[in-house]
């Protein structure tokens, strides 16, 4: 990792200082309304930047009535301040509801308490109600300061000087209820959460052939709900933006029986707790657990998680996600002008943008008008943006998710028609002639399962070409699904290539990547990352907690990856790593050393421990050895160190939410691109020679796109099984500036004001 500027890949940190100084500026920062795991993450990003960047940043205590009642609820913050808080659930600053707040009274008071501390920028952290109150009194401001100064309480002058309240804001909801965002700070926590409980509920149910009935937050906002519904393999939903159709009662209870007669031993039932019926009445828990006792005799259990899914350490999603927008909310301050409307940090793709504040209050609000007056559709609108025999081959390494791909697209492949093979392992297995029907009942229970069911090996195709066109021809498989990793993506280009000698190869052929490395063309995202994710987090914060107790020490962390950085540059942001080696920035024995010394400096403070990845490739003679080797001479007297090499653990466990609802919905996708192709060459025998009939069906900022593999040839490294292009590097400068070093942080990516466009659920 390089501490100095002269290697930053772009811009300079005199010209972001020069243009994005904080010099002379105070910021507030404030969270409000139910609290979210990964709020603290987000303080910590504003305090930290804040200071970076030479402003003075105050905590406000308790929320809104922390600013009315002033005092101690207001107190500047240091580095130190928020040192250890990454981890931490709910906020350390508190949270309240705050009637006073709503009075111009209640708001003349906190202005005044701001003012006495120069505090003219203000950053929540909170839900629509927040927000809109924030925004409130950003416009009242130059009044409430008149009115202070006919009270004589300021003067003149300090009306001229504080004559401006500068707002931004960031959403905490585990609800994922607010529109113009992705995805809201804590919801991937939560869903965290329910999927634990689900995962923990499904073995017992399936023990006694229960029916369980789940209730989980979501008032007006069903999205926990269905995502976790997906992610689970669920029964049947309830949401409140879309009400079953009437007679629901009856088509539940005979889905229910229907998978009783498949042999299913459980029934997953999952309830918003603001589930309605067309009526807008109430569709409780407990009312779904009568009627499945009374219509079917079955043994149902009711479970309520409540804030359980409110509590917990947040996902490395919502820490990276609230880093990113609490660095992202001091920029949007700095860059403020009298002119600029209050606004909101969210998440578009992969970037951060900034949206007007008013406009996502008022679609939030509208969505739950069309709810009330029973415009369903609407709600809907407003939160958001034929089949063959097909062979779904699993190839490279195991990863987290991967299963859970493949049921979904023989399940998606069942809905037309109950007719599709699949191979029992990856190509060689397919020569060998290990293809046996699979069915809907036989992927039953997958949902939770990590690795590949079906087995995988690291043998690519080309020596078997003929082999497995022979199998291919006698299986009539005239489509394949590829779900892998960097091999199988080399195995589908030589799929590709022998279409001229084998027309076995001629038919549609699409890969969906899977590898926690992260390191396929085509695709912002791979399943089985996010999985990895979170274990290198986990791991890193219960390594941290050892340290706590025990004399300052330094932790060296090997990650996986390959020459690919994703997992080391990306833990390192959501652990709060001090460095992170990765080949993608080449560093050198000056670089070693000045990280060495950074830390010796933060040891001799309050700091007890460090914490630095490794990238298992990122360079041949700087090898995890030679690192902790060199840490702990020069550390001598003022820390000891240890290393870890976290190996394949990365890659088991059971998928995370996120690797899950991926895995489902690219999998389905995948299957009606398949579909459509065949639809499109029904009854004319067409044989598929195209380059747009070989593709990689990846994520690429929030689009689903196929990409031909003849077109993502030029964009891969093949030496170093890697991209040329990686969407995460930008995101390096961010783990630099938040472990104190200093960086350079291209601002070009920072969202401009944009119009609201509809999310999806």
């Known amino acids: 990792m390089d501490a ?10 005199r010209k972001f200082l020069e243009h994005l100084s904080g010099a002379g500026k105070a910021i507030g920062v404030l969270t409000s309304g139910g609290d979210a795991q990964g709020m603290n993450a987000a303080v910590r990003a504003v305090v930290r930047m804040g200071i970076y960047v030479g402003a003075k940043v105050y905590f406000i205590y308790e929320g809104y009535q922390g600013m009315v009642d002033g005092g101690a609820n207001i107190a500047e913050a240091d580095w130190e301040s928020v040192s250890s808080i990454l981890q931490v659930g709910g906020t350390i600053i508190g949270s309240a509801r705050c009637q006073a707040f709503r009075t111009r009274e209640g708001r003349l008071k906190a202005a005044c308490n701001l003012l006495q501390r120069g505090i003219t920028n203000l950053c929540v952290i909170g839900g629509d109600g927040s927000l809109t109150g924030a925004n409130l009194f950003r416009k009242e401001w130059s009044g409430l300061l008149e009115e202070l100064a006919r009270n004589g309480q300021i003067d003149k002058e300090a009306v001229q000087k504080y004559a401006y309240l500068n707002v931004v804001g960031m959403v905490g909801s ?14 991937d926590s939560a869903l965290h959460r329910i999927i634990e409980v689900i995962d923990a509920i499904m073995t017992t149910a399936q023990s006694h052939q229960r029916t369980f009935v789940l209730e989980v937050m979501g008032r007006h906002c069903g999205y926990l709900a269905l995502v976790s519904a997906l992610a689970c393999g669920a029964d049947w939903v309830f949401l409140p933006e879309s009400p079953p159709e009437q007679g629901w009662e009856e088509q539940m209870c005979v889905k229910l029986s229907e998978n009783r007669a498949r042999k299913k031993r459980l029934n997953i039932i999952i309830v918003a707790e603001g589930a309605i ?9 407990e009312k779904i657990k009568e009627l499945v006792v009374t219509q079917l005799g079955y043994d149902t259990r009711v479970t309520i998680l409540g804030h359980v899914q409110r509590g917990g350490t947040p996902s490395a999603f919502d820490r990276i996600l609230a880093s990113r927008m609490g660095v992202e909310a001091v920029i949007a301050l700095l860059e403020a002008t009298p002119d600029t409307p209050a606004c909101v940090v969210s998440l578009n793709g992969n970037h951060a943008v900034r949206l007007p504040l008013m406009e996502c209050v008022q679609m939030t609000q509208d969505v739950q008008k069309a709810m009330d007056e029973r415009r369903f559709q609407d709600a809907v609108r407003l939160r958001g943006r034929p089949i063959a025999h097909v062979a779904w081959l699993n190839g490279g390494r195991p990863r987290p998710g991967m299963t859970r791909a493949v049921r979904s697209a023989v399940r998606r492949g069942h809905c037309p028609r109950p007719q599709d093979c699949s191979p029992s392992t990856m190509l060689l297995m397919l020569r060998q002639g290990q293809i046996k029907e699979i069915g ?13 069911i079906l087995g995988t090996k690291r043998i690519l195709p080309g020596k078997y070409l003929e082999e497995i066109a022979t199998q291919m021809r006698a299986h009539s498989i005239n489509a394949l699904l590829i779900i892998g990793g960097f091999e199988a993506y080399l195995g589908l280009l030589e799929l590709s290539a022998a279409r001229e000698k084998h027309e076995e190869f001629c038919v549609p052929m699409v890969m969906v990547p899977a590898t926690v490395s992260n390191n396929v063309p085509g695709s912002d995202f791979s399943i089985g990352a996010d999985t990895a994710l979170n274990t290198i987090t986990d791991t890193c914060d219960r390594i941290k907690q050892s340290a706590s107790g025990t004399k300052r020490r330094v932790f060296i962390i090997e990650t996986m990856g390959g020459y690919c950085g994703y997992l080391a540059n990306m833990g390192g942001l959501a652990a709060g790593a001090d460095a992170a080696y990765i080949f993608e920035e080449p560093f050198d024995i000056r670089d070693l050393q000045s990280n060495v010394e950074h830390l010796t400096e933060k040891m001799k403070t309050t700091i007890q421990r460090g914490l630095v990845l490794r990238n298992e490739s990122c360079s041949e003679n700087y090898t995890t050895d030679f690192i902790y080797q060199l840490y ?15 190996g394949h653990m990365q890659q088991g466990g059971a998928p995370s939410p996120f690797d899950r609802n991926l895995g489902t919905k690219i999998s389905a996708r995948a299957m009606e691109w398949i579909t459509a192709k065949l639809k499109e060459a029904r009854g004319r025998g067409k044989k598929f020679t195209t380059d747009d009939s070989v593709c ?24 170093h099984r890697i991209p040329k292009e990686r969407w995460w590097l930008k995101l390096r400068p961010l783990m630099k500036i938040l472990a104190k070093y200093k960086a350079s942080y291209d601002v070009s990516d920072s969202g401009q004001l944009e119009h609201v466009q509809p999310w999806s659920v």
Not at 8 to 13: F, I, R, T, V
Not at 277 to 285: A, V, W
Not at 632 to 646: A, I, P
């Open 4 to 13: 100095d500027d002269s290697r930053a890949p772009k811009g300079s940190l």
């Open 174 to 187: 585990i609800d994922n209820d607010f529109c113009g965002t992705d995805m809201t700070i804590g919801t």
């Open 277 to 285: 019926d067309t009526q807008n009445k109430p569709i409780t828990s």
């Open 440 to 452: 809907w009942t036989d992927v039953g229970g997958w949902t939770g399962q990590g690795g590949s």
């Open 632 to 646: 702990s001479e020069e550390g001598k007297g003022v820390f000891d160190c240890r290393k870890n090499v976290l």
């Open 696 to 719: 990689v069906l990846g994520i690429s900022k929030r689009n689903v796109i196929f990409q031909p593999v003849a077109e993502l040839k030029q964009q891969t490294d093949f030496e």
